[in-house]
């Protein structure tokens, strides 16, 4: 806005004299102090002025489902948390397919780079964030990170919570839990959870499980639709805390994010920016095109429908959007099994994967499927919704 700011200066401040030379408005010569010259004034300033970022603040809110929506229109965040923010990050940040920023790495200078890039940012609500709320590239406020860890009383989670919705009504209010009793002690205090569970630890003796068990737990708290964004664990290695955390795996990562996306988790983002593990991040590249194409699906108006397994250790989720059908599946063991899906309104139709180019015939609404360790199986009938 400053740069349009002084544009406009420099136009008000040029050709004020009797005695400047005509400008052209619409291939006509105007002189200052004309009427024609006036005109071309207040279309200029008007032109200025809508361009502003003033007039492009977004007014961002969740459907029914739980569905994040940007001034109306259904949006699904795939972000990462960053530690610094240039261009060749940001370069980046397009290569693997990520719409929103989060972390520490950057401030209220950043804007214009981040909306030049199309990007949404949610930020700690600072004063300086504050100042630039009428970005359109604000989506949401990050108010706390784990607050069960650092002593936070829920009194001061929703006071601040309280404050900060006064200031801005336009933009949602998330708080980032890593435990499961965090989401109950502090409800009231959010208008959406992130969830940050990262079972890769050094002996990778915690579960898998436990991303999606994050995810419904927050609506068991706060009801079946409540929003819930999830981050999803990219970091590890011997120097992560002092080697707490394993380097997770390219199929566990992919198995992390869809295993949030069965429990119907309503954006996906990775803790954190870690090149530094090239087979690992380059993978995400794969993994957010292939969870971009599923956008469609995955906040379109539909239904969720009634789906099962024969084995306890597969994840199903059934989604219907118009005539069209997406089912999730991921194995939480890291053992391989086989395994009878059953969709009982499909009835007799054939099955696309289009992440394995490969179809699968459905009789009666079931088929069986094989599962490798903590693989993951997408089904699509239909053509992709259209977008509202």
């Known amino acids: 806005m400053r740069a349009q700011l002084d544009q406009l200066k420099l136009f008000l401040s040029r050709n004020r004299s009797t005695g400047c030379q005509p400008v052209q408005f619409f291939g006509t010569e105007a002189r200052a102090g004309s009427p024609r010259y006036e005109m071309r004034r207040v279309f200029f300033v008007t032109l200025i002025l809508l361009a502003s970022p003033v007039f492009a603040a977004n007014k961002v809110s969740f459907n029914d489902e739980g569905i994040c929506a940007v001034n109306g229109k259904p949006f699904f965040p795939i972000g990462v948390f960053v530690y610094n923010l240039n261009t060749d990050v940001m370069a980046d940040l397009h290569e693997h397919h990520i719409n929103t920023i989060l972390g520490v790495g950057y401030t209220a200078n950043d804007m214009p780079l ?11 609500p600072t004063d ?5 709320k009428d970005s359109p590239s604000l989506l949401a406020w990050y108010l706390e990170d784990e607050p069960e860890e650092h002593n936070e009383t829920p009194a001061d989670v929703k006071k601040k919570y309280d404050d900060l919705k006064a200031k801005d009504k336009d933009h949602p209010i998330a708080v980032v839990h890593d435990t499961l009793h965090g989401p109950r002690v502090y409800k009231g205090s959010s208008d959406l959870t992130i969830s940050d569970v990262y079972p890769v630890t050094k002996n990778r003796d915690f579960p898998m499980r436990a991303v999606g068990d994050y995810v419904s737990n927050t609506r068991e708290v706060n009801g079946k639709n409540w929003p819930n964004l999830v981050f999803i664990q990219t970091f590890g290695g011997p120097n992560s805390d002092g080697g707490k955390w394993a380097q997770p795996l390219p199929h566990e990562v992919r198995f992390m994010a869809f295993s949030a996306l069965v429990h119907r988790a309503n954006g996906i983002l990775y803790f954190s920016y870690w090149p530094q593990a090239p087979i690992t991040w380059n993978s995400i590249s794969k993994l957010n095109a292939d969870i971009e194409s599923l956008v469609p699906w995955l906040i379109s108006p539909g ?7 024969s084995d306890d250790n597969i994840q199903i989720r059934a989604r219907k959007v118009g005539a069209s059908w997406m089912i ?3 194995n939480l063991s890291q053992k391989p099994t086989d395994a009878t899906l059953t969709v009982k309104e499909l009835g007799e139709v054939k099955l696309r994967m289009p992440f394995e180019h490969r179809d699968v015939p459905v009789r009666s609404g079931a088929w069986r499927e094989h599962f490798d360790a903590y693989a993951e199986h997408t089904y699509l009938l239909g053509d992709a919704p259209a977008l509202p």
């Open 114 to 124: 981040i909306e030049a890039h199309g990007m949404f940012v949610v930020p700690r």
């Open 128 to 132: 300086d964030f504050l100042a630039v």
């Open 303 to 309: 239904k969720e429908m009634s789906a099962t397994t």
């Open 328 to 330: 999730l599946t991921t």
